[in-house]
Each structure stands twice: as structure tokens, then as C-alpha cells.
């Protein structure tokens, strides 16, 4: 049990957070099957569980605040193209 919370670890600092989380889900159930386990055990499932959850919200809020910067931009965009300009005969009497 602890040499899979170690290994979620591991594959958490690596980037495959798909991995940790399978081995997170693993770690749990086992966890939740076994009596008497030691602080240590569980505190190894508990730190990856945590940073795993910090990763994992950063990438959200990274990912959710690049999709409000996008539909920021198409709203501007849409009201640039959608407004219609009138040419007054003054004005084009300038040109000439």
C-alpha cells in the first residue's frame, strides 16, 4: 500500500496524472478494506491525494481562464464585424 501511494507519487512529479489518479483509486480502495493501518500509510495516500488535487485545479483554472480569454476575443470580434458603417456624401466628397 505505501509502495503504491509512492508510485502515484512519482508518476504525479512525471506528469501522468491519469496514472496517479488510477493508482490514487486503487491506493483508496485497498485503504478502505484494510483495518488497523499505520499514520504513516495513510499519510502517504493523503499527501498525493492532496497534490494530485492541487495539480489537477491548476491545470483547470489555467485551462478554464484560457477559454474566457477566447470568448472574451469572439465577443469583441462579433461587435467589430457587426457594426456597419454609413458613408455620408460628405465624406465622399473628401476623396475626390
Request: hydrophobic share 35%.
Amino acid at each position: 500500500m505505501l509502495l503504491l501511494a509512492n508510485i502515484a507519487h512519482a508518476k504525479l512529479l512525471y506528469g501522468d496524472l491519469e496514472g496517479t489518479k488510477t493508482d490514487m483509486d486503487t491506493a483508496a480502495k485497498t485503504l478502505d478494506q484494510l483495518e488497523g493501518v499505520e499514520n504513516a500509510v495513510n499519510a502517504a495516500y493523503y499527501c498525493v491525494s492532496a497534490d494530485y488535487y492541487k495539480v489537477s485545479s491548476r491545470i483547470y483554472r489555467r485551462h478554464i481562464s484560457h477559454r474566457l480569454i477566447l470568448c472574451r476575443q469572439r465577443r469583441t470580434m462579433r461587435r467589430t464585424t457587426n457594426t456597419r458603417y454609413s458613408i455620408s456624401p460628405a465624406s465622399t466628397s473628401r476623396l475626390t
